[in-house]
């Protein structure tokens, strides 16, 4: 025989539930407020302090907020096309097929 009989039982067990389903959104609604709060100091020191670069001279906080790479000259173009035919010629090698 169970401790409770089972039509008594169900009351507890749903209201075990609606405690635990509080408990979740109680830690979510505490950790977001935790994050609001950290993005907000964040935003803050990065508006009061000015960013460095390495030798010392002050650097606008919009230079550092889009970095554009570099766009490749000519001599890495050739010097990757190059490797490229070198690796073709290397696997007909390889395969017994070799270029004349």
């Given at each position: 025989?169970?401790?409770?009989?089972?039509?008594?039982?169900?009351?507890?067990?749903?209201?075990?539930?609606?405690?635990?389903?509080?408990?979740?959104?109680?830690?979510?609604?505490?950790?977001?407020?935790?994050?609001?709060?950290?993005?907000?100091?964040?935003?803050?020191?990065?508006?009061?302090?000015?960013?460095?670069?390495?030798?010392?001279?002050?650097?606008?906080?919009?230079?550092?907020?889009?970095?554009?790479?570099?766009?490749?000259?000519?001599?890495?173009?050739?010097?990757?096309?190059?490797?490229?035919?070198e690796s073709s010629v290397?696997?007909?090698?390889?395969?017994?097929?070799?270029?004349?």
């Open positions: 025989m169970p401790a409770l009989p089972l039509d008594e039982a169900g009351k507890y067990v749903a209201a075990a539930y609606v405690v635990f389903v509080g408990l979740i959104l109680a830690y979510v609604a505490i950790m977001a407020a935790k994050l609001e709060r950290i993005e907000r100091e964040l935003g803050e020191l990065a508006e009061e302090r000015p960013v460095r670069a390495s030798d010392g001279v002050a650097v606008q906080n919009s230079d550092l907020a889009a970095p554009v790479a570099p766009e490749p000259d000519d001599s890495k173009r050739r010097l990757d096309a190059g490797r490229a035919q290397d696997l007909g090698e390889a395969s017994g097929g070799g270029v004349p």
